[in-house]
């Protein structure tokens, strides 16, 4: 049985330059994980669009709200290799003293004793990243609302805005079945449907929703090259406890 109304893509990512997300903090490293959850995707591909005006909070129900938006599976990282950099935002001054949560050269010091008091930023001035490198893959699915879809050929993620190539196919034979199912690729928790049954699974902790993986579970599925995806998903799906269909 087809679902005329799924038109599923295999994509591969490929990063033409370092990748880095803050998705670990370990002492005075930070951590870039193998993987690349599917709102940043989203943004990134142009299939949804933020509005303009910087905002204190995040707005994912309020851009992801339309029906009409291809439904975006995380990516993660089959083949890479890490990138490690150091960073030292310190001063050069010859006076430096530590304070709360900054380190004060010369200058604030003197702002200091005058009374007149700077902000103080509560962000890393000296540590290591650790990126995923360049040329290393990552792959994910789409699930299309129409057969043809417009996908950019290169797009920008990440902290440093990576500069990644995309290479999408559309995967022409694939089955609808209903039973019991395992998903080797992750997925946000946040967009299955209330109907399926999760009966395992493996996390991935990323921002800003944890992922799963290795997730067994029953319901409604697409199989494709060996390959397992819930049918039922859509942004914020499980939050609104409607189904598709």
């Known amino acids: 049985m087809k679902v005329m109304n799924i038109f599923p893509y295999k994509c591969e990512l490929k990063t033409e330059e370092p990748l880095f997300f803050a998705s670990k903090e370990v002492s005075r490293t930070f951590i870039t994980v193998p993987y690349t959850g599917n709102y940043a995707l989203v943004y990134a591909m142009g299939i949804v669009e933020s509005g303009y005006q910087a905002s204190p909070l995040p707005r994912y129900r309020e851009d992801l709200s339309s029906n009409n938006c291809h439904y975006v599976f995380p990516a993660k990282f089959v083949n890479f290799k890490w990138h490690m950099e150091s960073f030292n935002c310190v001063g050069e001054g010859y006076f430096l003293q530590m304070g709360q949560n900054i380190v004060i050269d010369a200058q604030k010091y003197l702002e200091e004793v005058q009374g007149r008091r700077f902000p103080v930023y509560n962000s890393p001035q000296m540590g290591?990243?650790?990126?995923?490198?360049?040329?290393?893959?990552?792959?994910?699915?789409?699930?299309?609302k129409t057969k043809e879809i417009l996908i950019p050929r290169y797009i920008r993620v990440g902290k440093l805005m990576t500069k990644c190539h995309l290479e999408c196919t559309p995967v022409n034979n694939f089955e609808i079945r209903k039973g019991?199912?395992?998903?080797?690729h992750p997925l946000n928790p946040a967009d299955l449907s209330r109907e399926y049954l999760v009966k395992s699974y493996s996390t991935v902790s990323i921002k800003?929703?944890?992922?799963?993986?290795?997730?067994?579970?029953?319901?409604?599925?697409?199989t494709f090259d060996k390959t397992c995806l819930?049918?039922?998903v859509g942004y914020f799906l499980y939050m609104e406890g409607e189904a598709t269909g």
Not at 128 to 144: D, G, L, P, Q
Not at 180 to 184: A, G, K, L, T
Request: proline share 8%; charged share 20%; aromatic share 18%.
């Open 128 to 144: 290591t990243f650790k990126m995923i490198a360049s040329e290393s893959v990552a792959v994910f699915y789409i699930f299309a």
């Open 180 to 184: 019991e199912f395992f998903v080797e």
């Open 208 to 222: 800003p929703i944890p992922l799963i993986e290795r997730v067994q579970m029953e319901g409604e599925y697409i």
């Open 230 to 232: 819930p049918l039922h």
